[in-house]
Antibody, heavy 126, light 106 residues
């Protein structure tokens, strides 16, 4: 059974960085991609970025480009998302989700987020 | 930037059919996914590539997509179907979600 387990909630001060982890099990981590999304209460999910564990390619939503770093550790079947320069607007629940290993431009019909982590609450407050 | 629009709320009587619309420019030319999200839970994929159901999802869930509108249909609606529903599509390399529709089962 596919399982994505994320790290615990974080409280950060404005200007700080946060790094969220996502440990995968039940599938071949190295053969997939991982997307990161966030959600604030009452709104739809917001896609942030994608990484191909298979190839190392990345893709970022314009508003996060330059502020987000994605990495993976295939020896630990874990993906990481680091968000820098936090503001109160970054307060949200952050999710990882299983995604295609191929670039979206090469994957008609994707992305399909077929499994999600449980979410990590990140609170930015002074 | 590309946008997907959903009605904020919908209601349906138990046992009846619920339909939830998602509109976007030329949405029929893109593939659409639908996610169900219950309070305090992560989103759950219920429809992908317009009308395909993941393993384990009830056949009461179906989808269609044409023109500017994609539709999620839930037949024989049950109390357990009460949730927020989000549509999602890709525009070039950008991934877009609708604002969500809160489905109430009466």
């Amino acid at each position: 059974q596919v399982h994505l387990v994320q790290s615990e909630a974080e409280v950060k001060k404005p200007g700080a960085s946060v790094k969220v982890s996502c440990k995968a099990s039940g599938f071949s981590f190295a053969s997939h991609g991982i997307s990161w999304l966030r959600q604030v209460p009452g709104r739809g999910p917001e896609w942030m970025a994608w990484i191909s564990v298979y190839k190392g390619d990345t893709n970022f939503a314009a508003k996060f480009r330059g502020r987000v770093t994605l990495t993976t550790d295939t020896s630990a079947d874990t993906a990481y998302m680091e968000l820098r320069g936090l503001t109160s607007d970054d307060t949200a629940v952050y999710f990882c989700a299983r995604d295609t290993p191929l670039k979206y431009s090469d994957s008609r019909g994707y992305p399909i987020f077929d499994d999600w982590g449980q979410g990590t609450q990140v609170t930015v407050s002074s | 930037s590309y946008a997907l629009t959903q009605p904020p709320s919908a209601s349906v009587s138990r046992g009846q059919t619920a339909t939830i619309a998602c509109s976007g420019e030329n949405l029929g030319e893109k593939y659409v996914c639908w996610y169900q999200q219950k309070l305090g839970q992560s989103p759950l994929l219920v429809i992908y590539q317009d009308n395909r159901r993941p393993s384990g999802i009830s056949d009461r869930f179906s989808g269609s997509n044409s023109g500017d509108t994609a539709t999620l249909t839930i037949s024989e609606t049950q109390a357990m179907d009460e949730a927020d529903y989000y549509c999602q599509a890709r525009d070039s390399n950008d991934v877009v979600f609708g604002g969500g529709t809160k489905l109430t089962v009466l």
